[in-house]
């Protein structure tokens, strides 16, 4: 069974090929196989689409404001675990790189031999943020649920004369018979109530 090192893909981005060489050799040494070095950032977003990385490796060296800002606002769209190397920077750049999802914002810290440490808690960093935006996510999602069959009752006991343990009952046995979630059946109701409601007076 391969190591979990031999199967991830790699992109390193950095114009400075001695220092992209110094992460190169830190992840091949580490069993990384898979590593895609580019040192020019033009059109960088479509290059990324284009190689879909598992992980990336950002080297700014000393970077300006404006490169900075850019690269947060690649780190926001590509969805992707970023381990970004710095030489230097201050607590405003820090939180935007949080703010941005970086998962490893390191500075000066570029050795070889802490590289595939760092990339390690990258990864886990943003696998731990993932699992979370997920799992807040899945509770929005029932709560507004809730919510649809909370207005789809109401809608029922109002126009059918239902109780409340009725109109529930009434909306889970269409779902069952209909294959869809009970949310879906509320908000099909919810529609066909909203466009049948007589029109309201001036």
């Given at each position: 069974?391969?190591e979990?090192?031999?199967?991830l893909?790699?992109?390193?981005?950095?114009?400075?090929r001695?220092r992209?060489?110094?992460?190169?050799?830190?992840?091949?040494?580490?069993?990384?196989?898979?590593l895609t070095?580019?040192?020019?950032?033009?059109?960088?977003?479509?290059?990324?689409?284009?190689?879909?990385?598992?992980?990336?490796?950002?080297?700014?060296?000393?970077?300006?404001?404006?490169?900075?800002?850019n690269?947060?606002?690649?780190?926001?769209?590509?969805?992707?675990p970023i381990?970004?190397?710095?030489?230097?920077?201050?607590?405003?750049?820090?939180?935007?790189?949080?703010?941005?999802?970086?998962?490893?914002?390191?500075?000066?810290?570029?050795?070889?031999?802490?590289?595939?440490?760092?990339l390690?808690?990258?990864?886990?960093?943003?696998?731990?943020f993932?699992?979370?935006?997920?799992?807040?996510?899945?509770?929005?999602?029932?709560?507004?649920?809730?919510?649809?069959?909370?207005?789809?009752?109401?809608?029922?006991?109002?126009?059918?004369?239902?109780?409340?343990?009725?109109?529930?009952?009434l909306?889970?046995?269409?779902?069952?018979?209909?294959?869809?979630?009970?949310?879906?059946?509320?908000q099909s109701?919810?529609?066909?109530?909203e466009?049948?409601?007589?029109?309201?007076?001036?």
């Amino acid at each position: 069974m391969p190591e979990p090192e031999a199967t991830l893909s790699v992109l390193i981005i950095d114009e400075n090929r001695l220092r992209a060489a110094i992460i190169e050799d830190g992840l091949r040494d580490a069993g990384y196989t898979k590593l895609t070095v580019i040192h020019d950032v033009q059109g960088i977003a479509r290059r990324i689409a284009d190689i879909a990385p598992d992980v990336i490796v950002i080297d700014l060296g000393n970077p300006n404001r404006d490169m900075l800002e850019n690269m947060f606002q690649l780190s926001r769209a590509v969805q992707r675990p970023i381990a970004m190397f710095v030489d230097r920077s201050d607590q405003a750049s820090i939180e935007a790189a949080v703010e941005a999802g970086v998962s490893a914002y390191v500075v000066d810290g570029l050795k070889q031999e802490r590289v595939k440490a760092i990339l390690g808690m990258a990864i886990s960093r943003f696998n731990a943020f993932s699992r979370m935006s997920r799992e807040l996510e899945d509770v929005r999602n029932e709560l507004e649920g809730r919510k649809l069959v909370d207005r789809a009752k109401g809608i029922l006991m109002a126009t059918r004369g239902l109780s409340e343990a009725d109109a529930y009952a009434l909306l889970r046995k269409t779902a069952m018979n209909q294959n869809r979630k009970i949310s879906e059946i509320a908000q099909s109701l919810i529609t066909a109530a909203e466009l049948f409601a007589p029109p309201e007076k001036d």
